[in-house]
């Protein structure tokens, strides 16, 4: 009995493992584009639209080589698939670039620390996901942790456009969607299904929205070793790890634990680009810390929570 009690434990444990190792892959990607538009010419959506498509071709490439049967999707599938694709990688890449030019990456950062709370009500509301007090604990931590470590108390003066905060609230909805969109694909599709589906319909979204005329490939020397390390370790392992872990934790959960993002976006800056971390980004990274474990051990009670409806 004691072996049973302890199983869900382990699943949401094996979960959260999963979605930190996502976070650390993904925080790279600072890295990787601070380097890649330094060296080149590329804007940021340019940027996107080569990493999606790089990603869905190798990922095509992957999945025709090992096991072609992964590209078969259910009709009724498909407007998730075009969703999560267009809306979580295409449209949240339009809007989080634009938000940081807008405002800045300091308060575009605090904005999109509502991706949580989004994902908590809408994962209660289409999946059955209790809200309970744990969780609006963690989300409280981890809100007030990512908006100590984006720097809030070293901005002497921020840019505060209207337009700017509603784009940046965009990019924080349409991050959230992923963990949503992810959750319920999840559980009938192979990561490896969803990532190629997904990419390839976030590249036709930013295509569309260049107008059919995206940035040409760089013809820097350096650019291909930076890049082919940005799409492999930042896209697609990031990507795949986070989806695998939509499978043993629900969305909420999921999207907590996902703000370890910051975190390690900010230690990896302070040690490759020489970023100061003052006193209260260390607050804010313990603050976040403490979030994730708060919802790590969580005890199962066999509610909705883990088996969600649609």
Request: with cysteine.
């Amino acid at each position: 009995m004691a072996q049973l009690s302890k199983k869900p434990l382990a699943t949401r444990l094996s979960g959260i493992l999963l979605v930190i190792a996502a976070t650390a892959c993904w925080a790279t990607s600072g890295i990787f584009i601070s380097l890649i538009i330094r060296e080149t010419e590329l804007s940021a959506v340019g940027l996107a639209f080569w990493r999606d498509l790089t990603t869905s071709l190798l990922l095509l490439l992957g999945i025709l080589i090992i096991k072609p049967k992964l590209l078969v999707i259910k009709k009724k599938d498909l407007p998730w698939l075009v969703g999560m694709g267009s809306i979580s990688i295409g449209i949240f890449h339009i809007f989080w670039n634009k938000a940081v030019v807008m405002l800045g990456a300091s308060l575009a950062t605090v904005v999109q620390c509502n991706a949580p709370i989004f994902v908590t009500i809408l994962a209660w509301f289409l999946f059955g996901e209790k809200i309970t007090a744990r969780k609006i604990i963690a989300v409280i931590l981890a809100v007030m942790g990512t908006i100590l470590v984006s720097g809030i108390t070293r901005v002497g003066e921020w840019k505060i456009i209207p337009i700017g905060l509603l784009i940046a609230l965009g990019s924080a909805i349409t991050y959230g969607s992923l963990s949503l969109f992810g959750k319920k694909l999840s559980r009938d599709y192979s990561a490896w299904t969803i990532m190629f589906y997904i990419f390839s319909f976030g590249t036709l979204t930013l295509f569309a929205m260049q107008l059919g005329q995206p940035d040409p490939w760089p013809s820097a020397s350096n650019f291909l070793p930076l890049f082919i390390g940005f799409v492999l370790f930042s896209t697609i392992m990031g990507f795949t790890l986070y989806t695998k872990s939509l499978k043993n934790l629900p969305a909420s959960v999921a999207s907590i634990t996902a703000t370890s993002e910051i975190f390690f976006a900010s230690l990896l800056a302070y040690i490759f680009l020489h970023e100061r971390m003052d006193r209260w980004q260390i607050l804010g990274s313990v603050l976040i810390i403490s979030g994730v474990i708060l919802v790590s051990l969580a005890k199962d009670n066999g509610s909705s929570e883990e088996q969600p409806h649609v």
